[in-house]
């Protein structure tokens, strides 16, 4: 008898700690918010009207950006005490999501901010490039590998791929000079819901 209480009591102990451990935002909890973490970054998502995701981005000390996306796949804008970017959508970007392996996207926009000139049109090449499973901690999740490259006019401005969550709606890595000797990966490390 002792044995048996003393063995249910081991159970009970170990099954809050199950539980946070287990804590994976999902598609259906994500709206709530969560949060994304690495060694120099925590990252807040937070949900907004329609497509829109707004996170809060703290990289040590005090620093702190604020960043609008488009289902948290690109920005539209941030705001940080040395950045103030925004771009305003030429393209009907409601044709975008759901994304599918394979699918090319062009965004025309035009970059808002006081040294831009307005009769120069930019580009965002998006191009689904294949689907991959990504473990943060003990949490997996099913995300699409998207090439990115931005132009300004037919200059070629900035490349890059992109480990996107439709579920979470959110990017959890980026990958620079990929299939090169230089190819290094930005990625979160840890994740959690907000409320925890």
């Not at 009769?119 to 901690?137: K, P």
């Amino acid at each position: 008898m002792f044995k048996n209480r003393l063995a249910s009591l081991f159970i009970a102990a170990l099954l809050p700690v199950s539980v946070h451990a287990a804590d994976c935002p999902s598609a259906d909890t994500a709206a709530k918010g969560f949060v994304l973490e690495n060694t120099g970054a925590r990252s807040e998502f937070h949900k907004a009207e329609g497509q829109i995701v707004k996170t809060v981005n703290h990289f040590g000390g005090s620093q702190q950006q604020t960043v609008f996306s488009f289902a948290g796949l690109f920005d539209l804008a941030r705001f940080s005490k040395n950045e103030q970017y925004a771009m305003h959508p030429l393209s009907d970007l409601s044709r975008i999501v759901p994304l599918k392996k394979g699918a090319r996207t062009n965004v025309a926009f035009l970059p808002l901010g006081p040294d831009e000139r307005a009769d120069t049109r930019w580009s965002l090449e998006l191009t689904v490039a294949g689907q991959e499973s990504f473990s943060l901690g003990e949490c997996k999740y099913k995300v699409f590998r998207i090439k990115q490259v931005t132009k300004r006019g037919d200059e070629q401005v900035d490349i890059l791929s992109v480990l996107y969550s439709p579920d979470l709606q959110a990017t959890l890595a980026k990958v620079y000079d990929e299939g090169t000797a230089d190819e290094y990966t930005v990625r979160y490390d840890r994740i959690q819901s907000l409320t925890h």
